[in-house]
Structures are given as structure tokens and as C-alpha cells.
């Protein structure tokens, strides 16, 4: 690598890819009968994702690791349960289960996603991406919207066998883009994520496409933050240009 490189990190799953596709395959499959137990389907959705990042990292900070969507299909039932459904296993079945899980397979990028990655490339960026998802189906978000992304520069939590946003999962990434450059940024649409980046090392750029509200007393200041994808490129752009 050359010592005048600036490398670029991703988080994929929430920061360049939506969720809308996983949504709207629980609406489609269970919304009426959601809604009659007056559950937002959406709401559901956004809570199982949640519970299932909760519940990786403990696993991975106990020293039991499981890939994500192991996780995330195991406690399907179990957040049925916690929404207020009785015999989840009657409401839900196993087909619609399997319905919502290849839905989720196919995650879609969001808008601006090919934009922003072409920004970073054109402002002289190498795009890396690390991800707690596994890296066949990342790199197929990927090939599906017609964003190249070199194999050898996705990188997945699975191979080491440490979730985000343990330091240790970021670190040997950034100490090896740091031997070729000052200029080692970690951009996600997770502010615990990128915090969590920043206290390693790296440059921190948020994108408030996911959680609207940034929450700098909990979290602390991001050296550049973005409303979207193309702003927080351009951000980070002007950024490495004056450092």
C-alpha cells in the first residue's frame, strides 16, 4: 500500500444497506394479524434487530461467539413473546419465519449508497468494508447494486470470532491501514459503532440516515457528521484535504 493511501471503513447492515426490505417482509407476512394485536410491524422489526446486536455481543464479550443471523433467527419467537403474542409459535409458523429470513438475505442499499462510495474513490479513498454479517451475503448487497467492492477488502467479525463493538474486533484492521496512512477513517450509521471506531484510532464520520438523533452526550463529537450518505462523504472528503 502506498504511504500516501486514505482508507475509508464501512459498517454495511444499517449504514449503507436499509432494513425497509426486512420490514416490509414482516408487514407482508404478518402485518394484518400484527396490527390486530396492535403491534407496528416496522416497530417489531426494528426491535429484533436490536435484541439480536444486544444479545451477539454478549455472547462475543463471553467468550461464545455466534455469527449475527444464527442470533437473529433464534430469538424470532422469543420477541413474539416480549411484544405481548402468547403462543408465538401458533401466530408466526415456521414458513413465515423462513419467508422473513431469505427476505432479509436480500437486503437493499440505500439511496445514495453507490454515490457516496464513488465520492470517497474519486476523493482519492480505498473503501474498506467490516461487518458483523457474514461475508457472502454482504458482498452479494454489494454485487446486487452494482458497487465493486475487491474481496480482499470486506472484512467480517465471523473471521476473528469478535463482535463489534468490542476495541479489540476494530483494532487489527486499523493498525494495518495506519502502517500506510494517517488518513484511516471508520464511517457508519451506528453512532456506537463509530465511537466505538474512534477510541482505536480511526477518524470518525456518522450518517444520521439511520438514527436521526445524534446523541454526542452519550456518544461523544464525530469529527464529521452527514444527513446523508453523498454529504458525509463529501464531509469527509473536505476533511482529509485540510489534515
Avoid at 403491534?39 to 417489531?44: D, H, N, V
Avoid at 429470513?101 to 474513490?121: H, N
Avoid at 445524534?214 to 472528503?237: C, I, Q, R, Y
Wanted: overall charge negative.
Amino acid at each position: 500500500m502506498s504511504p500516501t493511501q486514505k482508507h475509508v471503513v464501512f459498517d454495511i447492515v444499517g449504514t449503507l444497506v436499509s432494513y425497509d426490505r426486512l420490514f416490509n417482509a414482516i408487514d407482508t407476512r404478518l402485518g394484518d394479524r400484527l396490527r390486530a394485536e396492535c403491534i407496528k410491524p416496522s416497530l417489531l422489526g426494528y426491535t429484533w434487530i436490536e435484541v439480536a446486536e444486544r444479545e451477539y455481543t454478549y455472547l462475543s464479550l463471553s467468550g461464545v461467539y455466534k455469527p449475527f443471523a444464527e442470533v437473529f433467527e433464534a430469538i424470532w419467537y422469543r420477541m413474539l413473546w416480549m411484544a405481548g403474542i402468547s403462543k408465538p409459535r401458533e401466530f408466526a409458523t415456521a414458513d413465515d419465519l423462513a419467508f422473513i429470513m431469505t427476505e432479509y438475505q436480500q437486503l437493499e442499499m440505500r439511496p445514495g449508497a453507490a454515490e457516496c462510495v464513488q465520492k470517497l474513490r474519486d476523493g482519492g479513498f480505498t473503501v474498506w468494508a467490516f461487518t458483523a454479517a457474514d461475508i457472502k451475503r454482504v458482498s452479494g448487497y454489494f454485487a446486487q447494486a452494482g458497487i465493486e467492492l475487491p474481496s480482499e477488502n470486506l472484512l467480517s467479525c465471523d473471521t476473528e470470532g469478535v463482535g463489534k463493538p468490542t476495541l479489540d474486533a476494530y483494532v487489527p484492521l486499523f493498525n494495518k491501514l495506519k502502517q500506510s496512512s494517517d488518513q484511516v477513517w471508520f464511517a457508519a450509521g451506528h453512532q456506537w459503532d463509530v465511537s466505538a471506531a474512534s477510541r482505536v484510532g480511526f477518524k470518525s464520520a456518522y450518517c444520521t440516515i439511520w438514527e436521526q438523533e445524534p446523541l454526542t452526550n452519550l456518544f461523544g463529537e464525530m469529527d464529521v457528521t452527514g444527513v446523508t450518505l453523498p454529504e458525509m462523504a463529501d464531509k469527509v472528503v473536505a476533511a482529509s484535504s485540510t489534515s
